[in-house]
């Protein structure tokens, strides 16, 4: 009996160059992979397809800029200020492709065209934008500004017969309707500085003198201090008498406005807080000078009192509290000019008398005495006065301040002059005489006044 044949089945399925056997749910998956990677690289012959990419086109681009040969001789002075500024100085010139350095143009040293670069202190002077650290050949960046010229002699003269010869007295003030304020002796008056016309707004009487006078921030009310200690509110509008507030023992030689808040500085060494709306002479007390407050001023945001006194300290007061948050004892004299800066915030300015003559700046946010200027060197100085300067205030327009002393005259200077003034009709002639008039006050602008 013949043995029957055994077909034998190959071992390994590369015999019969035949795939493995899967089953249904293998191709499935494995159809599902490959659709899901070829996904993206099926496109429809007949489609265009867009994106919300915008890639731009160089082909028009000018790539003088990154070392490729610049415009020929009529190269133009701005496309060398713009790559000296971009790129620095050295880039300014770029030599054009030629046969023996193609090889050097072709392959540019390895530079980051926006790269960082060691900060350098530029010049002081210098406000151009597209100024370069280094000089460009042959371009003038702006040109120097030429330095403004001060007249050295007022151009208006007012006799102000009675104005006191006392340095802790604060006696004039200018109003923001353009108003002159000052105490004449026992008179308060009012000069309108448009039309010239003198008005008695008060008389104290013989038993006693106004010994300061500062305007509203509106410019219609005026506190006036006197020598009893007391403050007085005015309607100068009116010239009526709207209220008096007591708390001083001694005399009030210093006054400043924030809002509706005043504060009065005394020889008792005290500042009084006092608030217009409420019934009471006083909301708080001040306690911290160890002689008379003869400085006063708030800050433009009506954050911070500053105030100095004859016991050559500066201190600067928060809205809430009664002692003060920073002690400044550098003047070496009594401290009367102070000032903020409208524009810096916490940027404050003080002066010293006689024996200190310097003008120092402070950081009252950082707690830092910035810098401090003598003013026996000052560039400017204005003559004309025969006694010290006392008083002093600038005109709301910030062109003009006006000066007193104890020669008994106010002095109008021009020391800030515009093309367009808006008050140009104040300007009345070289000199005036007025009865008991009166004209400004407070605080110097970085100008040492001269007898």
């Known amino acids: 009996m013949d043995n029957p ?22 191709l499935a998956r494995s159809r599902n992979i490959e659709r899901l990677i070829n996904v993206n690289h099926r496109r429809a012959p007949s489609r265009t397809i867009y994106f919300d990419r915008f890639i731009p086109s160089r082909t028009g681009s000018n790539f003088a800029l990154l070392h490729l040969p610049p415009e020929r001789p009529e190269d133009s002075v701005y496309s060398r200020l713009l790559r000296s500024v971009l790129f620095g100085p050295e880039s300014d010139v770029v030599s054009p492709a030629t046969p023996e350095n193609r090889s050097d143009w ?7 065209i926006f790269r960082y670069q060691t900060e350098t202190c530029r010049p002081f002077h210098s406000i151009c934008p597209l100024e370069s650290y280094d000089a460009v050949a042959g371009v003038n960046h702006c040109p120097v500004k030429a330095p403004r010229k001060i007249p050295k002699s007022p151009y208006k003269v007012l006799d102000a017969p009675a104005l006191q010869d006392d340095f802790y007295l604060n006696l004039v003030d200018w109003s923001s309707h353009n108003v002159l304020a000052v105490g004449l ?19 104290l009487g013989i038993d006693d003198s106004v010994c300061s ?20 509110l005015w309607d100068a509008s009116r010239c009526k008498k709207v209220r008096t507030m007591e708390g001083h023992r001694l005399r009030v030689g210093a006054l400043a406005w924030s809002s509706t808040l005043l504060s009065s500085g005394g020889r008792d060494k005290s500042i009084f807080q006092r608030d217009m709306r409420a019934q009471g002479d006083f909301v708080s007390k001040l306690s911290g000078h160890k002689s008379e407050v003869c400085g006063l001023k708030w800050s433009y945001d009506n954050r911070e009192l500053a105030s100095g006194g004859n016991d050559n300290r500066l201190f600067v007061w928060n809205q809430n509290s009664t002692q003060p948050v920073l002690r400044y004892s550098e003047h070496t004299a009594a401290v009367k000019a102070i000032a903020w800066s409208p524009h810096v915030h916490g940027l404050l300015a003080s002066g010293g008398g006689t024996a200190d003559r310097c003008i120092r700046f402070w950081n009252t946010t950082t707690n830092s005495h910035l810098s401090c200027i003598d003013t026996g060197s000052q560039l400017a100085t204005l003559t004309g006065h025969t006694y010290r300067v006392l008083y002093l205030a600038i005109s709301p327009d910030g062109q003009t301040i006006v000066t007193g002393a104890g020669d008994e005259t106010l002095r109008f200077w021009n020391v800030f002059p515009s093309a367009k003034s808006q008050f140009s009709c104040c300007h009345i002639g070289p000199k005036f005489c007025l009865p008991p008039p009166g004209l400004t006050t407070v605080d110097i602008d970085i100008i040492h006044l001269k007898n």
Do not use: F, I
């Open 5 to 26: 044949t055994v077909h034998r089945l190959p071992s390994e399925p590369s015999e019969l160059n035949l795939a493995p056997m899967r089953s249904d749910e293998e």
């Open 185 to 203: 002796g026992n008179c308060v008056y009012l000069w309108n500085a448009c039309s010239s016309k003198v008005t008695k707004l008060c008389d």
């Open 213 to 232: 006078v500062g305007w509203a921030q509106r410019g219609t009310h005026l506190a006036v201090g006197t020598s009893n200690g007391k403050v007085q």
């Open 106 to 112: 072709m392959n540019p040293p390895s530079r980051n």
